[in-house]
């Protein structure tokens, strides 16, 4: 009877254990992490940036809600949300409620999938054959049959009532205490095929004080294009960091065309001889059907911006 059994239970015992763990506890360890990028102008002074993305809020995340809260305790310069807000139709409440603090601050947003689109199950061996066949969202699959839409337009005007700028395939200003301007430059999600980089091209406007780029998915179309045109700085979401990662090894997956080793934090992305710096929030949140993450916490990123050497 031992023979034959133990192993299995064995086995059976330690990955409910991991399960437990990841959608028990780590899914709900929050982080901060911080990094510094050398890209700003000599003689301009630092600035600190708080990034918020892939929140996927669904009701009663208390924890959460009260995490992001405390967030403004932080007082960034500004802050970048880079999308996904949502992961419930009754979400949008919650998500305002949380960042209201946030939103007393200059800021700006992108939107990704998840915002316009309710989430569904699926079977989690699916991002392993779309890493392998090199499809991943709209970008090669055919479009979903039923998708739920959801209420994003609350968002939107929740977003815009409290002074944060829509970024939607668009170029904004951001205007800071002492007279510095950020230049944001802002697309709508390539996950799902709605990036319209034409409309944005041509590169960090000179009479700005420095230039981000902003989107939600990091594809490498869209760095492509930001770092040929000269953007020093390229902030996205959308990965969770892998979300399920191998201990010493790291992500598995990215859900979209990034390679693993940039999956998440602060990097690099050369294009046309130039370089940019790219930073890959791996998120606070999870889809709601697949509310685990292994190796691989919950985070918001506060990035201090200073002269580039």
């Not at 009877?1 to 991991?18: H, S």
């Not at 990215?254 to 050369?270: F, Q, W």
Request: with cysteine.
């Amino acid at each position: 009877m031992r023979a034959r059994y133990g192993a299995p239970l064995g086995i059976a015992a330690v990955g409910a254990a991991g399960l437990l763990y990841s959608a028990g506890f780590e899914a709900r360890s929050f982080r901060l992490r911080r990094v510094t990028v050398p890209m700003l102008p000599p003689g301009m002074r630092p600035l600190r940036v708080l990034q918020v993305s892939d929140i996927h809020m669904v009701g009663g995340q208390r924890k959460k809600q009260r995490w992001l809260r405390a967030l403004a305790g932080l007082r960034p310069d500004f802050v970048v949300n880079t999308g996904d807000n949502l992961s419930d139709q009754e979400g949008v409440p919650e998500v305002l409620d949380a960042l209201g603090p946030l939103m007393a601050f200059p800021g700006a947003y992108v939107f990704g999938s998840n915002d316009y689109y309710g989430p569904r199950m699926r079977n989690p061996a699916r991002y392993l054959l779309e890493k392998a066949s090199g499809r991943h969202g709209l970008n090669g699959n055919p479009p979903v049959v039923g998708a739920i839409h959801n209420p994003w337009e609350d968002l939107r005007d929740g977003f815009d009532a409290a002074g944060w700028l829509n970024l939607t395939n668009t170029r904004r200003i951001l205007k800071l205490e002492g007279g510095v301007s950020v230049e944001l430059t802002g697309l709508d999600d390539p996950h799902i095929k709605r990036d319209r980089y034409a409309r944005v091209a041509g590169g960090p406007s000179p009479s700005a004080n420095v230039s981000l780029g902003v989107v939600h998915a990091p594809y490498l179309r869209v760095l492509d294009a930001f770092a040929a045109d000269g953007y020093p700085l390229v902030l996205a979401g959308h990965t969770h960091g892998g979300q399920v990662c191998i201990p010493f090894y790291g992500a598995l997956v990215t859900n979209c065309d990034l390679d693993p080793d940039r999956v998440k934090g602060l990097s690099t992305h050369t294009a046309e001889g130039r370089t940019a710096h790219l930073h890959v929030s791996a998120g606070c949140g999870t889809n709601r059907y697949t509310p685990v993450r292994f190796a691989c916490p919950p985070e918001a990123t506060l990035l201090t911006l200073v002269e580039r050497q």
